[in-house]
């Protein structure tokens, strides 16, 4: 069972990894036996995650922005001249915006859809000669997007293009399965519900018990949560799972 989950040898990148949920999920993999590298747009929170995470493992820091092309392409760079081979991709790095409908502009609107989106296509497309020489029949590489509940359920607060923007990596995740599934890469979405994150801080300030009371399960999110369902899709034990969008929400989205 140790080695169903085992991930020793393999090699990940986690874009967001310095803090909140891509935090969590560095902590995962390197916990299970991969060798990470994290990219962040702040070399301070980058510095601060790598020494933190340093103590499970053999973890590397680059900085960059994934909302432009050119800083996909520079991370990219980095990524292949570190792990010629690489097994797992994580899109994790995300932008919110919350403005009242009638105000909602076009500078929040690029910001979250260039991050969340495009960052998200164009990183894992200038990824592909590396996955593709991690992946096999057997153990195919794996690509694991960050989604949200957001894109499956409506949010009452005013954050039209997070919303818009997690229910496009969904589908998009979707058809990325359908098309590198023949390449040995499979692409899943993870859609967490409220985990403790500089994103979620100020909303579980004001609402975190109202939002742990509507859960079936009666709380937030932890980081071995994160954690979990992310090892489960990137070690042998997911090898068959490819397109699906696992909410990781104690029931919030799926049961409402």
Do not use: C
């Amino acid at each position: 069972m140790s080695d169903l989950f085992s991930l020793e040898g393999k090699t990940a990148v986690v874009t967001g990894g310095s803090r909140g949920i891509g935090f969590m999920i560095a902590s995962g993999l390197l916990q299970a036996g991969a060798s990470v590298i994290i990219s962040s747009r702040k070399q301070h929170e980058l510095d601060e995650a790598q020494e933190a995470l340093s103590k499970f493992g053999h973890v590397q820091a680059v900085r960059a922005d994934v909302s432009s092309l050119e800083g996909v392409e520079a991370l990219a760079n980095e990524v292949a001249g570190r792990f010629p081979v690489l097994n797992i991709l994580v899109n994790n790095a995300g932008a919110t915006w919350g403005m009242p409908l009638d105000d909602f502009d076009e500078h929040a609107w690029d910001k979250v859809m260039d991050t969340n989106v495009k960052g998200v296509f164009f990183l894992t497309q200038k990824l592909l000669p590396q996955l593709r020489a991690g992946g096999s029949h057997d153990d195919p590489a794996r690509v694991i997007n960050i989604g949200s509940i957001d894109g499956l359920h409506v949010n009452p607060m005013d954050t039209y293009s997070y919303a818009a923007s997690k229910a496009g990596v969904h589908h998009l995740t979707r058809a990325l399965a359908r098309k590198l599934g023949p390449e040995h890469i499979t692409v899943n979405a993870v859609a967490p519900g409220p985990f403790e994150s500089k994103m979620m801080a100020a909303t579980l300030r004001a609402f975190g018990d109202n939002i742990a009371s509507s859960a079936p399960l009666r709380r937030i999110g932890r980081p071995d949560d994160m954690a979990g369902v992310t090892v489960f899709l990137a070690s042998r034990a997911g090898s068959y799972v490819t397109g699906a969008v696992i909410p990781v929400d104690g029931g919030i989205a799926t049961t409402s």
